[in-house]
C-alpha cells in the first residue's frame, strides 16, 4: 500500500523518523560546536507530524518573526526543507560569529544574512546526511532562499505547493545550549510521498 500522505505513518515509521531526526540534530550541534569553537549541548528533539495551523502556533504564532532558511530537496529524495531560527538561536550565532548584538531582527544585514545562510546550509545538510546514509539514498539540497518574515507568512510557501499531497508536516524542534544559554531552531521536513515510500523500503520498513 502506497502512502497517501504523514498520517499513514504507524508508530514504527515515526520511531525511524525520530531516529533519523536524532542523529541529525547531534550531526547539526557537532558541525555548529566546530563552526563556533566552543561546546554546544543539544536536549533530545522532539519530532512531530503536525498540520500546518499546528506549526504556526509552535512556532510562536503567526505574527511571530523568523529567519528562515528554505531547501528543495532533489536526486532519490525529493521534496522541502525548512530551517527556522528563532531570535535567541540567531542572536548567539551572530554574537559568537560576528561579535554583534542583535537587539531587533531589523538590525540584520548582508552580512549578518550571509553568516546566518552559512549556518543554515551546515545545519540542513546534517539532516540530509542522517537520511542518506541510513536509508542509503543520494540527497541533494539546493542553496537556500533566506528570508525573515512572519511565521505565518513562511508556512504559506509550503502549504500551498504540496496542498495537493498533504496538509502535515514532519516538525523537528531543536533546544541548544551554549555558555548557559538556551537557544532554538526548528526544521520543517516535507518530502513527497514517493520519496517517504523509498526511505521506509530501504530501511526494511513495510508500507
Request: glycine share 6%; with cysteine; aromatic share 4%.
Amino acid at each position: 500500500m502506497a502512502f497517501r500522505d504523514l498520517t499513514d505513518l504507524n508508530d514504527m515509521h515515526l520511531d525511524v523518523l525520530k531516529e533519523i531526526g536524532n542523529i541529525g540534530s547531534g550531526n547539526a550541534a557537532s558541525a555548529l560546536s566546530a563552526m563556533l569553537s566552543k561546546p554546544i549541548n543539544i536536549e533530545v528533539p522532539k519530532i512531530n507530524i503536525l498540520d500546518y495551523n499546528t506549526v504556526v502556533d509552535s512556532l510562536g504564532g503567526p505574527e511571530n518573526l523568523l529567519v528562515s532558511l528554505l531547501f528543495t530537496m532533489t536526486d532519490d529524495v525529493k521534496g522541502m526543507m525548512i530551517f527556522l531560527l528563532q531570535k535567541d538561536f540567531a542572536h548567539m550565532l551572530l554574537n559568537t560569529l560576528l561579535g554583534c548584538e542583535l537587539e531587533s531582527f531589523n538590525d540584520v544585514g548582508e552580512m549578518e544574512l550571509s553568516a546566518l545562510k552559512e549556518v543554515g546550509n551546515i545545519m540542513a545538510a546534517s539532516y540530509v546526511n542522517a537520511i542518506s546514509t541510513l536509508a542509503d539514498l543520494r540527497m541533494n539540497i539546493s542553496v537556500p532562499d533566506i528570508c525573515i518574515d512572519m511565521a505565518g507568512s513562511i508556512l504559506s510557501v509550503p502549504a500551498i505547493h504540496f496542498a495537493n499531497i498533504s496538509d502535515k508536516i514532519i516538525f523537528i524542534n531543536d533546544e541548544f545550549n551554549a555558555d548557559g544559554q538556551s537557544a532554538s531552531s526548528q526544521v520543517l521536513m516535507i518530502p513527497d510521498m514517493e520519496s517517504l515510500e523509498k526511505i521506509m523500503k530501504n530501511l526494511g520498513l513495510d508500507l
